[in-house]
């Protein structure tokens, strides 16, 4: 797949089969647009095209809300989805300037001028241009004069992605990784530096590695213990994971825990990933370092299982 960040120096696409859309989370909802993407540039020839936005478009119109926890950081979206086979990735700076293109300066001098698609593959509420004046009526009047094919998103399908993302960063922050992963169709992710803490796991018998995500928009779950995997320098580790305040210990700071079955190794300023495979349970605070202990044994049983 070839990235394309410069929207003023684009190739010819070869008959773009093209759709647009933010993609947080190359979800299912996500995964079944994008299939009607590839088979459709299968029966035309073409290539396909997926445009989206960065930074996201909430964050620079409308209500500006002070966080906007995202499934995946940019990064991540162009991993999964160069892994589905996309022949093209554009990613348009999402700006004030940009945001305030009038519906027809949208289509003619962005849309058609920049892209020249073949087919456009689009929902039937898709909204755009400033004031979200734009819509799928409007692309019909340009499709005929302009002589590329338009296809609407079937409302099942396009209701399934808008509400999905959504709903997966809900069940993440409420801690069901079990519906967020089957929504997703993967193990949700997330990755971080290992830093110094203040190595009382070891104390206890339970090293840990503390994670510092670098990314303020990246999703972190709700406080709780997890089951996980871990991924350092590509070899994948079994493992178990805290999130919260470490109550036990009379701690105020919401930090990362992982503690890394059969594993000793300094990994001090490595970068590692960790994939959610289950909650265990809530954040608890125990009597002393004695209970947390015990309770720890059962927390990896549960995780090995």
């Not at 086979?85 to 700076?93: Q, S």
């Amino acid at each position: 797949m070839k990235v394309h960040t410069d929207i003023d120096h684009l190739p010819a696409f070869r008959d773009a089969v093209t759709t647009i859309g933010t993609f947080d989370g190359v979800h299912l909802g996500h995964r079944q647009i994008i299939s009607q993407l590839k088979e459709e540039a299968a029966r035309t020839g073409g290539e396909t095209v997926i445009i989206t936005f960065h930074p996201h478009p909430r964050l620079v119109v409308g209500s500006k809300p002070t966080v906007l926890y995202l499934l995946n950081t940019l990064v991540e979206k162009t991993a999964l989805l160069e892994a589905e086979g996309i022949d093209h990735l554009v990613v348009v700076p999402f700006t004030e300037s940009f945001a305030s293109f009038s519906a027809k300066d949208y289509i003619e001098a962005f849309l058609i001028s920049k892209f020249h698609p073949k087919t456009l593959i689009i929902g039937y509420d898709h909204r755009f241009g400033a004031g979200r004046k734009g819509d799928f009526k409007l692309l019909e009047e340009y499709a005929a004069s302009s002589r590329f094919a338009l296809i609407e998103i079937p409302g099942h399908l396009l209701h399934q992605s808008a509400i999905s993302s959504t709903r997966i960063r809900q069940t993440l922050l409420d801690g069901n990784i079990a519906e967020a992963n089957e929504l997703l169709g993967y193990s949700y992710f997330f990755s971080g530096t290992v830093a110094e803490g203040n190595k009382l796991g070891r104390t206890i018998g339970y090293p840990t590695a503390n994670i510092e995500i670098h990314n303020d928009e990246k999703l972190t779950p709700g406080n709780g213990v997890y089951a996980v995997n871990i991924r350092v320098k590509e070899v994948l580790y079994r493992g178990m994971m805290n999130i919260g305040v470490r109550p036990t210990v009379d701690g105020t700071r919401r930090v990362i825990e992982v503690n890394i079955f059969d594993f000793d190794a300094d990994i001090y300023g490595q970068l590692v990933t960790i994939s959610l495979l289950r909650r265990l349970r809530g954040e608890q605070k125990f009597s002393g370092l004695d209970a947390l202990r015990e309770q720890l044994a059962k927390d990896r049983i549960a995780a090995i299982l």
